[in-house]
Each structure stands twice: as C-alpha cells, then as structure tokens.
C-alpha cells in the first residue's frame, strides 16, 4: 500500500528535502494531484497561469524539475510531444498512442516479473524498469477511419 499524496504529504516530503514549501510549489503540487493525463511543462504552466498569473513558466518548469528531484514526480518521454510527467507511484507500464499522445498506466504483474538483463545489472544500477507500448488508440484508429 502507498502513502496517501495529499497536502500534509507534500509538506513532510519538502521538509525532508530541506525545501521550503511556497505559494507556487503549492500551487503546482495542486494541479498535479488534479491532472492524471501525464501532463507536459505546457499543460502544467497553463494551469498555473489560470490561477496565478504571476509564476512564470520557467518558475514551473524548474519546480517540476525539483518535483522529480524529490521523487514526486517520474519523467517520461513522450512520443512528439517531448516531455511528459507521471505522478503515479506505484509500479506500472504504459500504453502511449503515436498520433494523439495519450498515454494510459496500467499494471502487469507479467511485466513487473521479467528480470533485469545480466548485461543491464551488471554495468548499471536499476532504479525502475517500466514498459511503454506505442500503439494508435482505439479513438485515433477510429478517426483514420473515417477520413
């Protein structure tokens, strides 16, 4: 079972990073803890401004950059869409569409249990492994389709 990743959780996590916790950390843990669609820097930003218009976009993206220092956060790389980032902590894969960029967690214990390559834990420390199949979404498929 994970910790619950409400406001109280996010204070004690920036306290054991020695991180102050500011109106805007604040206000960018807020609209993660909102949006489940692996958001980019953009969407975070947009977000932001809507309730604050006086952070900066470099002021989210360096806080997103922190989030992922303290473990907050998981980056992905996303298909043409750059960057994007995972709030979910649990261990999980990922189903990435290649047209519209929709990305899907789902958990496979099939997948979790495949071993890490001798030639990967030999030269390297794991620190997570996690699948990203890149399909067309059913919604994409459907629109092709019908051009």
């Known amino acids: 079972m994970t910790e619950k990743r409400d406001m109280d959780w996010f204070v004690k996590k920036c ?3 020695g991180m102050k916790v500011t109106p805007q950390r604040t206000l960018v843990f807020e609209i993660l803890s909102m949006l489940h669609n692996h958001p980019t820097v953009a969407a975070v930003a947009r ?3 809507l309730r604050s ?3 900066s976009f470099d002021t989210v993206n360096r806080t997103l950059q922190t989030f992922v220092d ?3 956060l998981h980056k992905i790389p996303a ?3 750059g960057l994007r980032f995972d709030t979910n902590p649990l261990p999980h894969h990922h189903v990435q569409c290649v047209r519209c960029g929709r990305i899907v967690d789902f958990e496979s214990p099939e997948l979790d249990s495949i071993p890490v390559p001798k030639a990967v834990s030999a030269r390297y420390k794991v620190l ?3 699948v990203v199949f890149e399909t067309v979404c059913d ?3 459907r629109s092709k389709q019908v051009r």
């Open 15 to 17: 306290r054991e990073y």
């Open 47 to 49: 977000e932001v401004a």
């Open 53 to 55: 218009p006086n952070v």
């Open 70 to 72: 303290m473990g907050i």
């Open 79 to 81: 298909t043409g869409n």
């Open 128 to 130: 997570s492994k996690m």
């Open 139 to 141: 919604e994409c498929a």
